[in-house]
């Protein structure tokens, strides 16, 4: 799909195609439902099928293209996004409901990332070791699945360094970001890439996602998205040989030490606890606060929570938008209904806000749930959305047993003023984030996002597996 293209369709081998009859449908804005955002056409198993064949047919001729050509290519594309940064951040927040200004932090994140990426990947294709050298090649072709919540990162921290590496790319993103996607692929049609080396195939996944991920010419699969949904794509795979990484859900806690730069803290546990609603792999969940300091912390957030302005991120001064759905609704809701049942109180929040400019999306109020105990599905499950569980706890042993309770192992944050204390805390919490007074959410390009537990399978992705997981290596000797 051009820029000006009304009907987003999946791009196969060069060309925009759809299958014969198939319906459009509409993209409603999560904010207000009236409100048609763009239309799209979903292919269907036949079309995936042709996407992987044009990937395969593709390999070799971008194989062999020089890599100074293929990073020059990626490096307009960068160009392009950031010229164009402003209209994908419009369309980012219309298709999943963040605000306009997370939007525009996404994209200005994923250049950075992306720029990391091309440079790591180009400069370590050939790695010399006195007269001998180790080279690194692709694997043929990448399947690549990424989610709504960050539909441009996402897309460029898989399909930069696969380019990059010289394999071709297979691409299905959620169909709630459809237009996002397409945007990005139009602009790699404007560069003229060549066909085959990027297919986009737009679609739901019980349909489209089994005839890509199971196909014997895919050499690599990357997904990030809901655990469930990851785990069962990981056992499909059996014993072929495929590359496989599986980014998931999580549920991070944040723990405040009692000695802890209280301000800092709480602001963080706020940021990211309800950016993107709540709907980021490695935003905050749970908040485990050493009792001294527990009541302080409750009334600190709950002064920061209520001043959160909720709306449609494209109007000025809100702060927080709404769910990407009804359904996504309705599970927050359930979890919140029985952390109340077993128990837990609601400070703030718990319920959809009322107001005619709310009827039309899918909001609920930014939520505070305390006194959660271990007993409580809330202490350790993923809840997604703008909540916050908030735990009481005693003892060093008693926070890390909360912190590890859950199934999840993604990424944990620890504010103290004693680093010796934090770093004890670091070598035996269960995740494969840990942060010393910064926020569960920050990150550094150029070190690995790895999942542990339920929040990941297979290779961990990002910083210097971008190279590692999409090629393989080749010791090549040389008699001096």
């Known amino acids: 799909m051009g820029l000006n293209e009304q009907v987003a369709k999946s791009y196969l081998n060069g060309g925009w195609q759809a299958p014969d009859g198939a319906e459009v449908r509409e993209i409603p804005n999560p904010a207000n439902v009236n409100e048609v955002v763009g239309r799209v056409v979903f292919a269907d198993a036949a079309l995936a099928e042709i996407a992987v064949q044009a990937a395969r047919k593709a390999c070799m001729a971008w194989r062999f293209t020089p890599s100074e050509k293929r990073r020059e290519r990626l490096e307009r594309l960068l160009q392009q996004i950031r010229l164009h940064r402003e209209t994908f951040a419009r369309i980012i927040t219309r298709e999943n409901g963040k605000t306009l200004s997370e939007s525009l932090g996404e994209v200005e994140a994923s250049l950075k990332e992306a720029h990391f990426q091309l440079a790591y990947v180009a400069d370590h294709l050939i790695e010399p070791h006195g007269s001998h050298r180790v080279q690194h090649e692709p694997l043929g072709v990448a399947a690549l699945f990424t989610p709504w919540n960050f539909p441009l990162a996402t897309v460029l921290r898989k399909m930069v360094p696969a380019l990059m590496a010289g394999n071709t790319v297979v691409l299905k993103p959620s169909e709630f970001t459809s237009l996002t996607a ?8 404007e560069l003229e890439f060549p066909p ?3 297919n986009l195939v737009l679609g ?6 089994p005839p890509i991920a199971q196909h014997p010419a895919v050499g690599a699969i990357s997904f990030t998205g809901s655990t469930r949904i990851g785990l ?3 056992s499909s795979l059996g014993a072929r040989d495929v590359r496989f990484q599986g980014e998931m859900g999580g549920s991070n806690a944040l723990i405040i030490l009692e000695d802890a730069d209280l301000e800092a803290a709480v602001d963080a546990a706020v940021s990211n606890g309800f950016a993107c609603c709540g709907q980021w792999c490695t935003g905050t969940g749970r908040v485990i606060v050493q009792r001294q300091v527990y009541h302080p912390v409750l009334e600190m957030l709950v002064g920061r929570v209520r001043r959160i302005v909720v709306g449609n991120g494209m109007d000025a001064g809100v702060i927080m938008g709404p769910l990407i759905s009804q359904h996504r609704r309705e599970k927050v809701e359930q979890a919140v209904n029985r952390a109340v049942q077993e128990g837990a109180r609601v400070l703030v929040g718990g319920k959809r806000p009322q107001g005619s400019q709310y009827d039309r999306g ?7 749930l305390a006194d959660v105990t271990a007993r409580m599905h809330a202490s350790r499950e993923e809840i997604f959305g703008p909540v916050l569980v908030v735990m009481p706890a005693d003892t060093p042993d008693e926070i890390l047993q909360l912190t590890n309770s859950s199934p999840y192992g993604l990424s944990v944050s620890i504010y103290t003023r004693d680093k010796a204390r934090a770093e004890g805390l670091v070598h035996r919490i269960e995740a494969g984030l840990c942060h010393l007074n910064l926020p569960t959410g920050y990150r550094d390009p150029a070190l690995p996002l790895s999942g542990w537990k339920d929040s990941g399978r297979g290779w961990p992705e990002a910083g210097r ?6 090629t393989r290596p080749k010791a090549v000797y040389v008699h001096d």
Do not use: D, N
């Open 182 to 189: 397409a945007m990005l692929v139009g602009l790699m049609e």
């Open 196 to 198: 085959g080396v990027v």
């Open 204 to 209: 739901e996944g019980p349909e489209v996602g």
């Open 232 to 234: 069962e794509l990981a």
């Open 362 to 368: 899918y909001f609920y109020e930014p939520t505070i």
């Open 465 to 470: 597996y971008g190279l590692e997981f999409f």
